[in-house]
C-alpha cells in the first residue's frame, strides 16, 4: 500500500476553508446592498411626494385660472374683473353659421333670443373651482360656462329662418276618411341643409361664445307625424264613426252615415311622437240636427171651408222642442264610442179652419206658414213664399179683394219708429185693403221669402213670383189673410 501525502490534503483544506468565506463574505455585501438601494428609493419616493403635495397644494391656492374664448385670467381676479370680462365678450360677441355656398351669416345674442346671468355665471364658475376634476388637474383653466336664459319666440323664429334650407320638405302622415272609414297616408323624409339637432347646436355654441362657426351640412328630416303615431287614432277614430247611431222623430228613426259622423270629429297632429287630439266638432252636430228639424218641422195649414162646396183639409204643424239637448247629449257622448240612440221630442199644434168662397180664383196668404197659395175654386194652382209684414208693422188679417192694380209705384209711408220711407220702383202691385197690397219685393233676400216677415204690412214676392200673381188675379179677386 502507498503512502498518504498529508500536505496536500492541508493545502486543500485551507482553499476550500477561503472559498467558503469569500462566498459568504459576498452575500453580505450584496444584503447590505439590497437595502441601501431600498432605503435611498423609500427616501426619493417620499420627497418626490412631498414636493407633488406642496405643488399641488400650491396650484389649488394660486394656480387656477378661468377661459373665456381665448382669454385666461387667474381665478383670483375680482367678480368685478370678472363681470366686465364677460360683459364685454357678450357686446362684441357674434355666432357665425357658414351656409352651403360658403356665404357666413353672423348673429349676436340678441338675435338668438339669448340673455346672459353674468352673476350667476360667476357663481357656477366659483363652484366649478370646488370640483374634484377641477382641483386635480388645477393646471387646465376652468371654461367659463354662461347661464342663459331663452325668449322662446325669437329663439324658434330664428330656428326658423336661419338654420335651415329646405331642399324637400318632410311630409307628415296624415288621417284623411274615405267613404267614412279613417284611412293613414304615409309621411316621408325631407333633405335640408342645417344641423343634426339645431337647437342644441345653437344654444351650446352660444351660450359657450363659440369663435369657430357652425357649417350647414345635408341632414335629413324626418316628419314630426308618422304613420305609427296615427295608429292608435285611427283605431279610436273607427271606433267612433262606426259606433251604432240613432236619431227617432215624429215616428221614424234616422240612422246618420258613418260620413255624416266623421264630420262630426275633428282632430290634430300637432304634437310630434304623439297620437293626435280628438274632440267633437259641435257646429256640424248642429248642422246635421238642424236639417233634420227642418225636414220635419212646418207650420199648421189651416183648413179652408168653402160653404156649400166643401172643404180644403188642413194639417197639424210639427216644431222640435228639444234640439238642443240632443245636440249636447251627442257631443257628450259621442267620443265613448258605446252608441247613440236619442229622441228627438216634437210639438204638434192644431190647424185653424177659414171660410172662403169656391166661386173663380181667390187667393189665400198664411202669416204664420208665411206661404201664398193660389186657387182656382178648390183647384190649388200655385204656392209661392212670402215676406209680410213684421211684428211692429202686421199685415191685416181678413177676407178682402184686389181693388187696384199697377205694374210699377214708388211706395212711401211711416216707419214703426216715426221716420218716414220712399220705396222707388216696386213692381207688380195688387191693393187689396186701404195702401196694404201684394207686391214685388227686390230688396229683401231671397232668403227673408218663406222665413222672415220683414214688411210695414204689405204682402212681398219676389219680382218673378209677383209678376206671375199680377198677370194671373184680376180685380175683384177674393184675398183671405190668417195666421
Known amino acids: 500500500m502507498g503512502k498518504t501525502d498529508s500536505t496536500g490534503t492541508d493545502e486543500a483544506k485551507q482553499r476550500l476553508t477561503l472559498s467558503l468565506f469569500a462566498h459568504f463574505l459576498s452575500e453580505e455585501q450584496v444584503r447590505r446592498g439590497h437595502h441601501y438601494i431600498l432605503r435611498h428609493v423609500i427616501v426619493d419616493s417620499l420627497l418626490v411626494i412631498l414636493i407633488l403635495t406642496f405643488v399641488w397644494i400650491g396650484g389649488n391656492l394660486f394656480g387656477f385660472r378661468y377661459q373665456l374664448q381665448n382669454t385666461v385670467v387667474s381665478a383670483r381676479t375680482s367678480d368685478a374683473n370678472l363681470s366686465h370680462l364677460i360683459q364685454s365678450k357678450i357686446s362684441s360677441y357674434k355666432l357665425t353659421i357658414v351656409q352651403p355656398d360658403g356665404k357666413r351669416q353672423s348673429y349676436s345674442l340678441q338675435d338668438i333670443g339669448l340673455q346672459v346671468d353674468v352673476d350667476n355665471s360667476i357663481a357656477v364658475a366659483h363652484a366649478q373651482q370646488h370640483r374634484l376634476g377641477s382641483r386635480i388637474q388645477w393646471w387646465r383653466p376652468i371654461p367659463l360656462r354662461l347661464t342663459t336664459s331663452v325668449d322662446g319666440n325669437t329663439l324658434r323664429t330664428f330656428m326658423r329662418e336661419h338654420t335651415m334650407i329646405v331642399v324637400e320638405p318632410a311630409r307628415d302622415a296624415s288621417l284623411s276618411f274615405v267613404d267614412g272609414t279613417p284611412k293613414i297616408t304615409e309621411g316621408a323624409t325631407g333633405k335640408q341643409y342645417g344641423f343634426a339637432n339645431p337647437t342644441h347646436s345653437i344654444l351650446e355654441a352660444a351660450s359657450a361664445l363659440q369663435i369657430e362657426?357652425?357649417?350647414?351640412?345635408?341632414?335629413?328630416?324626418?316628419?314630426?307625424?308618422?304613420?305609427?303615431?296615427?295608429?292608435?287614432?285611427?283605431?279610436?277614430?273607427?271606433?267612433?264613426?262606426?259606433?251604432?247611431?240613432?236619431?227617432?222623430?215624429?215616428?221614424?228613426?234616422?240612422?246618420?252615415?258613418?260620413?255624416?259622423?266623421?264630420?262630426?270629429?275633428?282632430?290634430?297632429?300637432?304634437?310630434?311622437?304623439?297620437?293626435?287630439?280628438?274632440?267633437?266638432?259641435?257646429?256640424?252636430?248642429?248642422?246635421?240636427?238642424?236639417?233634420i228639424a227642418s225636414d220635419h218641422t212646418h207650420p199648421p195649414r189651416a183648413q179652408v171651408s168653402l160653404g156649400s162646396s166643401g172643404f180644403i183639409p188642413g194639417s197639424e204643424g210639427v216644431s222640435v222642442t228639444n234640439k238642443d239637448e240632443v245636440i249636447d247629449a251627442i257631443a257628450h257622448d259621442l267620443l265613448n264610442a258605446k252608441g247613440l240612440h236619442l229622441g228627438i221630442a216634437v210639438k204638434r199644434t192644431p190647424f185653424k179652419t177659414i171660410t172662403a168662397s169656391a166661386a173663380g180664383k181667390w187667393i189665400e196668404v198664411d202669416l204664420t206658414n208665411k206661404r201664398m197659395y193660389v186657387y182656382n175654386q178648390d183647384d190649388l194652382e200655385r204656392t209661392f213664399l212670402v215676406s209680410a209684414g213684421a211684428s211692429a208693422t202686421p199685415t191685416p188679417t181678413g177676407t178682402y179683394a184686389i181693388y187696384s192694380k199697377?205694374?210699377?209705384?214708388?211706395?212711401?209711408?211711416?216707419n214703426s219708429d216715426g221716420s218716414h220711407y220712399v220705396q222707388p220702383n216696386v213692381p207688380w202691385i195688387n191693393y187689396?185693403?186701404?195702401?196694404?197690397?201684394?207686391?214685388?219685393?227686390?230688396?229683401?233676400?231671397?232668403?227673408?221669402?218663406?222665413?222672415?216677415?220683414?214688411?210695414?204690412?204689405?204682402?212681398?214676392?219676389?219680382t218673378a213670383d209677383a209678376a206671375w200673381v199680377y198677370t194671373w188675379a184680376p180685380i175683384g179677386t177674393p184675398v183671405v189673410i190668417h195666421y
Open 213 to 291: 362657426p357652425l357649417r350647414m351640412h345635408m341632414v335629413v328630416k324626418q316628419p314630426l307625424v308618422t304613420a305609427e303615431n296615427l295608429s292608435k287614432t285611427k283605431d279610436r277614430l273607427n271606433a267612433i264613426i262606426h259606433q251604432p247611431v240613432a236619431l227617432d222623430i215624429d215616428k221614424e228613426t234616422i240612422k246618420p252615415s258613418a260620413d255624416d259622423v266623421a264630420k262630426w270629429i275633428t282632430y290634430t297632429t300637432e304634437s310630434p311622437g304623439k297620437t293626435a287630439d280628438i274632440s267633437v266638432n259641435a257646429d256640424e252636430i248642429q248642422a246635421f240636427i238642424n236639417k
Open 406 to 414: 199697377y205694374t210699377k209705384q214708388t211706395m212711401s209711408g211711416p
Open 432 to 462: 187689396f185693403y186701404q195702401d196694404y197690397a201684394i207686391h214685388g219685393n227686390y230688396w229683401r233676400p231671397t232668403s227673408y221669402f218663406g222665413r222672415i216677415n220683414s214688411s210695414h204690412g204689405c204682402v212681398g214676392l219676389t
